[in-house]
């Protein structure tokens, strides 16, 4: 048996990343699975799941990455990462149905376990769940005091997909929960091994982790939300420009460029339902998390926003409406909470033909059919066949490519088309106002009368 050994217990887009990081960092690797599909092409060296880098880890160290459904393998194994689904319920908190069927599988094979084992949670949970439910739990089916037969860590993700690889390897830092100082430590020790970077390692208890967790995403999405009005101030101010105003405040270190190019607003599996988490965990506690219900409240109105556009430019149905990207964002075909596949939707459902296109397209094509979006067969023919063309997830390609936009209206979310080959056309950059005609400052003073005062105390 290879010194290094580790079970990961959820091979999905987080799991199976973490399962190839670890075999390649000459882990012997033990997958646990209950779809049977995802087992069988692991075992055949093929990634079921499109994420870079994956497909090329999975082939070079195939020999050291075994996927089973079987919970019993995960005995020959040292450590236990569990990264199961835990899906928001309709009060906006993470359920732990997932992880409580895992953690019950894992805890009566312990049963039998002679040594020390280490299981670590993934998943991201709601504060209180490790202290009040995973570990209670996991002592009841083992028949074990964790701390003693077992230890118990919270170690999150703050991956984005698409860079999963990468941000595993080279976090900026890592968060640990701890059950007690042992079961710390040796989480610290693996994470030290399989990151490049040495990233700086927080460990505390398991409230302040999993409340850090949730902070993070609940954070990054102000600073979005920021962005996007600060893009929607620029469309309403003659001469605005969205990017000229955040290269500028993102280099005060207080606030840093990333993540703060107004466009879109976010989506995708981990971002909206973190923040909401966030904000329904403060209501519980009778806190006031204000802040994170403005953000959602912006991010809500971002595709009106777009669509208002139509409206101002008298863009009517039946126009044909390219929309070019779909996923949530680029380097990945995941479409949940996909604020171009909303549009896309909206758009359809105002009663324009809307045509997409992204490169991932194969892959979910019967899933946009059934939303009434036509598919293009490519990225030429969606223009070509469009009068009106949205670049809405900015795929490197859509900017790459020498694309021929002529007689077409273009709506770019992102503002990377080359200037000079937009000049031409008729071009709407969300977060920028070209009207120079317009007198400037206008008679804002005179509007002070008609809006709402805002209270200084
Ligand atoms: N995807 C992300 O970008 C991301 C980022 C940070 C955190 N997370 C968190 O990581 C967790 C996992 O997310 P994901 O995107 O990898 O999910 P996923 O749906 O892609 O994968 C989950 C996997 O778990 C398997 N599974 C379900 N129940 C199981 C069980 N009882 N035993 C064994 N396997 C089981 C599923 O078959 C699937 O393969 C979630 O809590 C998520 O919030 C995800």
Redesign the pocket.
């Known amino acids: 048996m290879s010194a290094k050994s580790a079970s990961v ?7 199976l990343c973490l399962a190839a990081v670890l075999a390649m960092n000459d882990y012997r690797v033990i997958g ?4 049977p599909v ?1 087992i069988d092409s692991i075992n055949k060296g093929i990634s079921p799941i499109f994420e870079s880098g994956l497909q090329e880890i999975i082939r070079a160290h195939r020999r050291r990455l075994h996927a089973t459904s079987s919970f019993k393998e995960i005995l020959s194994t040292k450590v236990t990462f569990v ?4 899906p928001s319920d309709d009060a906006g908190l993470f359920s732990l149905k ?1 992880v409580e ?2 953690m019950d ?1 894992i805890g009566r094979e312990l049963r039998t376990k002679k040594g020390y084992h280490l299981i670590v949670l ?3 949970v709601m504060p209180g769940s490790m202290d009040h439910f995973v570990r209670p739990l996991l002592e009841r089916v083992s028949g074990k005091t964790c701390g003693k037969g077992f230890g118990l860590c919270y170690n ?2 703050f ?1 984005a ?1 698409g860079d999963v690889i990468r941000g595993m390897r080279e976090p900026d830092f890592i968060l640990i929960g701890e059950s007690d100082k042992k079961a710390g430590l040796k989480l610290a020790r693996i994470q030290k091994q399989i990151c490049k970077n040495s990233p700086p390692i927080e460990r505390m208890s398991f409230v302040n982790a999993e409340l850090a967790k949730i902070s993070v995403n609940s954070f990054v999405t102000m600073k979005m939300s920021f962005a996007n009005t600060l893009a929607e101030i620029c469309e309403l101010m003659p001469g605005g420009d969205v990017d000229k105003v955040t290269n500028a405040i993102g280099k005060d270190t207080r606030i840093g460029f990333r993540y703060l190019r107004g466009a879109q607003g976010y989506g995708g ?2 971002f909206p339902r973190d923040n909401i988490a966030f904000a329904t965990f403060a209501r519980i506690l009778g806190a006031h998390a204000e802040i994170a219900l403005a953000t959602h409240k912006v991010n809500l109105s971002q595709v009106h926003r777009v669509l208002d556009i139509f409206r101002k430019e008298n863009i009517r149905p039946p126009a044909k409406i390219g929309v070019l990207g779909l996923s949530y964002k680029p380097n990945t075909n995941v479409l949940e909470a996909s604020q171009s596949l909303m549009l896309a939707k909206e758009l359809q459902r105002d009663g324009y033909e809307v045509l997409a296109f992204d490169p991932t397209m194969g892959e979910n094509q019967k899933e946009i059919l059934s939303l009434g979006i036509n598919c293009a067969e490519g990225l030429l023919s969606c223009i070509d066949e469009s009068d009106v063309c949205i670049i809405a997830t900015p795929w490197k390609q859509f900017y790459d490519t020498d694309l021929n936009f002529s007689n077409k209206i273009v709506i770019d979310m992102w503002r990377f088309l080359n200037p000079e080959t937009t000049a031409t056309l008729k071009y709407i950059a969300i977060g920028q106002n070209r009207n120079l005609d317009s007198k400037f400052p206008p008679d804002y003073l005179e509007k002070l009368s008609e809006v709402e005062k805002i209270p200084a105390v």
């Open positions: 217990v959820g091979l999905g887009k987080l799991g646990v699975d209950v779809n995802t990264v199961v689904p835990t997932f069927r895992a599988s993934v998943s991201t999150p993700e991956i997909l599996p981990c």
